[in-house]
């Protein structure tokens, strides 16, 4: 599949917001599911090789958006696409998250996990659910989007590890103080926050669903390359990332086996 | 497609040259939601053992400069799983069915293959060449004897079914294993498996792989390819299917010149799953354009002289 | 820069780990008017053989994905002209100076060795592994009895200089080669030389090269680099030179970690002239941020535990 | 090296003019001379690997320009080079053309190999120079900058093998009706044109100059891999095209060990 770059817009030193146009993608993603886009504008130069997979932040209007951290080649190479560029990607990939109506759910954002937690922010508000978002970044320059946010939620509460932007701390410390209020929580960004997270989920007995990041070469369940370990009764199975995930029952994870 | 792809490879007549590899096309019916696997060559679909294997701890893959790493492990639904699950979905597409197998003892690789003999599959692609794991594959696929031993007894096992053998590029030579498995009675071989490599990220200090090494694939390794088809092209007279960083049309070409009757992509279904579907387009369009009316016509026409 | 980049190779005292590797820094001179050669921690010179050598016809190089191929067949003054014109020039700037070598027969290789033995040279860097010249090279590289041969004689004719051997990639295993060197007396070990590689013209229908087959080099071989090194490192208590496919710090810091006590940046210095400076001077940085005093601490530390 | 590209302009399907600002090269550089340009904006990546050589082509104001014609993966991704983005090079490399003053004088250029003679027609013109340019390309698409170059020759003498553009023929053959009345010729282009120029002023006796074209990895003469023949007495001896050419004496080249 291509799309044309509508918008690639710097957000900070490491944040980039990027809109493509995509009418026959947009109409059947669903929140959750994530793309797998070519780092490059060449189909002639193989450096880097493999697709990059991104989480779905929005769709709207015939096109959707990204939002990326530039941490390596393909994402710097991501961050150098003009306007009105032709980006390839194979979308939407994956399975989604189970979208609530009219509950009180709580979503837990970390770094670049805010991507798939925006439209799932959003999405949920939509469905009349009371959106409560507790994201968290290392500094002010990890949490981004916040008018956006702001206005898709009930209650936006934001924590970096250095208190440079809302409240010093870990962003469990105030989930972990309200998670009894909600009917379910939704979560994504790195391993150890999504399994602190889930533990304090599973111990106040509420769902969780956590969207899980794994390395990934085809993301279409070929490769093998992204085993997540599940329990499954008294048996831990395999199950790959990029199709029976990204989202997971968070109860289920063999944590043990991932971090 | 035209006519002029269809391509017989030990007797089996395949729809165009173009299949996709052991390993990188699952079985074949992942990739069946995003494009039309009837219009593939065929497909080698991922190692099969005789029980199921769960494969390596991860991390399994990583990216290296235009190539990637992997040690999957192997990890399949086993043989049985395999016939009766797998195999009745993929044989509604119409295209021909490769299994790659392995095992870890001889007799576990005849097992394998007496097996898939009686299954209704088109041919079998002995692996004897994965650097990832630990007991057989590679042990058999990096000395010529134990080359030898396998394939003579797999092919006397075999009653109905073609059998190709995989090569392993991590050796000195690899006419040596090209004609042990000419004599030993194969029916074709393929070429090349992965090269062993390892990377180490910086920051942890650790391998990226758990399983240390991996198997290095991609445009990075296709000129180790070419010259490794070209050296068992000039070595045995069995066809060859050339394997190795194939990312487009141009590519099965230089195949075909250096002696590939058939080609298989890996690593470029994961870039792109379109990329088979558009390399049988454009190969196509470079027959007509060159008035070749058989890809066996190229085969091994590379001009050596000065 | 600063003390913490000085490595002792050898007993040899090189101002930092990074050494320009054979063939792709000709004479050094070449460079010198792009950089200043001095601020290397060696240079090790283009291939010298006994007599005056003309190298392969062209064409000689050939560019692949991420990759080069050559096949200069290590064209040469020879080792007097290299001596009486060359390495005066080259004695101007401080830096250390490793000579390449290599022979057709075991004798050139040792008569050689007694002359670079004699001259105003650091360090000796015999190449058994140059897949680029018929007779030779690569045949020393190839096989575990002459590379122990070729490195007892050689290393009983030297007085006065240390001995590395230079290793080929285009081995089943490469420890045995490691091995041999080590219990041969070698000195060190430099690993590895280029893949042996092949492309062709699809238009013309000829290999690209002259010579047909080629030595792949550059980032895409990193990966069979840093396994090879690793591999060696487990099977030797002799240093290593890690080399292949170098392009920053970073590289140099995956060569120590699987166990390089120096490195050799090749195909790099072709791309730009400041690579190797540069990746002196990001080096000393991350040192500095690491809190590494010397680059003898990386050397193998890589973490296997899971 | 670096510099700023100035403009990157598209001259037709094949060609582009690419110009790049750079104080520290220009004053440094000599007719006949070229650049190792890296094909790509990013460091990190590495395909294409090496840099590519190309002719300078002019010199002026702070600033050198370049033509190229687009033939694989390298030159493609030039031609995506942006306005104002940064370009790396290695740059002034090579030997240099012999400059007259004040004599008649013959350039024969093929194809792309208008680029180092564009500059060579100016300079030479400006030395008191008359300066006649023949100018042979397959078709109308390849013979460019015909405006520019009207004005910095004498006579501007245009081919095309298909008749698309000027005299339908070989640049050669006018070349040759004229060759006796220059003191000396010079020529960029194909070997097999190259070639015939130089024959036709060898049995005129009349001195030429040859800009050769050979792959290079380096071209600093430290790879080896661009060696030309040339007879030196009753020798052939190798020369390194990147530092001893690669402008050299068309009378001492060895052409059948080149074609
Ligand atoms: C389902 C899924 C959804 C994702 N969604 C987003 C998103 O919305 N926004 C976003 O910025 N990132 C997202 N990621 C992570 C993103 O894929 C990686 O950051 C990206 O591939 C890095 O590419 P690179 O070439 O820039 O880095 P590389 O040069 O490949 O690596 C640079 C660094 O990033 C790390 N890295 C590379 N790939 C991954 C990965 N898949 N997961 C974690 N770390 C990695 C490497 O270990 C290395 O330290 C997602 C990953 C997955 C699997
Ligand atoms: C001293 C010198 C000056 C040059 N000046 C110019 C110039 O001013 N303008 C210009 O357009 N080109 C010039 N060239 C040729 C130019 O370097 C090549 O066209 C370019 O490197 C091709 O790169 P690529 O990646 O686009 O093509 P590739 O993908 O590398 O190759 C595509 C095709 O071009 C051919 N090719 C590649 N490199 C060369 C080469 N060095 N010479 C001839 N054919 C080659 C290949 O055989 C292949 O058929 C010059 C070459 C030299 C040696
Ligand atoms: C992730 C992955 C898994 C693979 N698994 C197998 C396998 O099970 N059996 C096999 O014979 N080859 C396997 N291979 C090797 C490929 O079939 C192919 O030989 C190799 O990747 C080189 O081709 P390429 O460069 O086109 O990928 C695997 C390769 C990759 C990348
Ligand atoms: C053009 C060229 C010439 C080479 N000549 C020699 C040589 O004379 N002797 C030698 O031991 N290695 C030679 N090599 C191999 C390099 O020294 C080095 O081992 C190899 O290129 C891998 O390193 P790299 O990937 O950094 O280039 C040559 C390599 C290249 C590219
Ligand atoms: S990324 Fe290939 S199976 Fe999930
Ligand atoms: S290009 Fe390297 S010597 Fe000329």
Redesign the interface.
């Known amino acids: 599949m291509k799309g044309k770059v509508v918008k690639n817009q710097q957000l900070n030193d490491k944040y980039f917001f990027l809109e493509i146009k995509s009418e026959e993608f947009v109409t059947q993603a669903h929140v959750g599911q994530f793309v797998m886009i070519?780092p490059?504008?060449?189909n002639?130069?193989?450096?880097?090789?493999?697709?990059r997979p991104l989480g779905i932040a929005d769709v709207k209007d015939g096109k959707f958006s990204l939002v990326y951290m530039v941490v390596g080649?393909g994402t710097?190479?991501l961050s150098?696409f003009?306007e009105n560029g032709m980006i390839?990607f194979?979308a939407p990939l994956g399975n989604r998250f189970t979208l609530l109506e009219n509950k009180r759910v709580a979503l837990v954002a970390g770094g670049i996990g805010i991507a798939p937690v925006y439209w799932l922010a959003k999405t949920l508000k939509n469905r009349g659910c009371v959106v409560d978002l507790y994201y968290g970044g290392r500094t002010v320059d990890d949490v981004v989007l916040l008018e956006e946010l702001k206005e898709n939620t009930d209650h936006l509460i934001v924590t970096t590890d250095d208190g440079s932007a809302g409240i010093k701390g870990y962003v469990t410390l105030p989930f972990k103080e309200n998670v009894e209020t909600y009917d379910m929580v939704y979560t994504c960004g790195p391993k150890p926050m999504l399994r602190t997270v889930s533990e304090i989920c599973i111990n106040a007995d509420i769902p969780v669903e956590v969207s899980l990041d794994?390395?990934?070469?085809?993301?279409?369940?070929?490769?093998?390359?992204?085993?997540i370990y599940v329990k499954e009764g008294d048996e831990i199975v395999?199950k790959r990332c990029c199709?029976e995930g990204p989202v997971f029952d968070g109860a289920t994870i063999a944590w043990d086996?991932?971090i | 497609m035209s006519d002029r792809l269809k391509t017989v490879f030990c007797g089996i007549e395949f729809k165009n040259p173009v299949i996709t590899a052991s390993?990188?096309?699952?079985y074949g019916l992942?990739?069946a939601?995003?494009i039309d696997i009837s219009k593939l060559g065929g497909i080698s679909v991922?190692g099969i053992s005789l029980r199921e294997t769960?494969?390596n701890?991860?991390?399994?893959?990583?990216?290296t400069?235009?190539?990637?790493l992997?040690a999957?492990g192997l990890?399949n639904v086993g043989v049985y799983k395999f016939i009766n699950e797998k195999l009745p979905e993929l044989r509604k597409h119409d295209t021909k069915i490769i299994v790659n197998f392995w095992g870890k003892t001889i007799d576990e690789y005849v097992e394998v293959a007496r097996i898939l003999d009686d299954a209704d599959v088109d041919m079998l692609e002995m692996n004897i060449s994965c650097p990832n794991i630990k007991e057989g594959g590679i042990a058999f696929g990096t000395d010529p004897k134990m080359t030898y031993e396998v394939t003579y007894n797999v092919k006397k096992a075999l009653k109905n079914k073609p059998l190709m053998v995989k090569l392993s590029p991590n050796v000195t030579n690899i006419r040596v294993y090209a004609k042990a498995c000419e004599q030993a009675g194969a029916d074709a071989i393929s070429a090349i498996n992965t090269l062993l490599g390892m990377s180490v990220n910086i920051h942890t200090k650790k391998p990226h792989l758990y399983n240390v090494t991996g198997g290095l694939s991609?445009?990075a390794i296709k000129p180790v390819a070419i010259r490794m088809v070209h050296e068992a092209f000039r070595t045995v007279k069995i066809p060859i299917m050339g394997i190795g960083g194939i990312?487009d049309w141009r590519d099965v070409v230089e195949f075909g010149l250096v002696g590939a009757s058939a080609v298989q992509v890996g690593?470029a279904?994961?870039?792109?799953?379109e990329i088979p579907l558009k390399i049988i387009d454009d190969l196509d369009k470079y027959m007509i354009d060159n008035n070749i009316s058989n890809f066996s016509e190229l085969t091994g026409t590379v001009d050596l002289s000065r």
Do not use: W
């Open positions: 070519k490059g504008s060449q002639y130069t193989h450096d880097p090789l493999l697709r080649k710097k190479l150098e003009h390839e194979s794994e390395r990934m070469a085809c993301g279409l369940g070929a490769c093998l390359g992204c085993i395999q199709v086996k991932l | 390993g990188t096309f699952g992942e990739y939601k995003h991922k769960l494969g701890p991860m991390p399994r893959i990583m990216e400069t235009s190539g990637m992997n999957i990890q991609g445009p990312m690593t279904n994961f870039i792109d799953p």
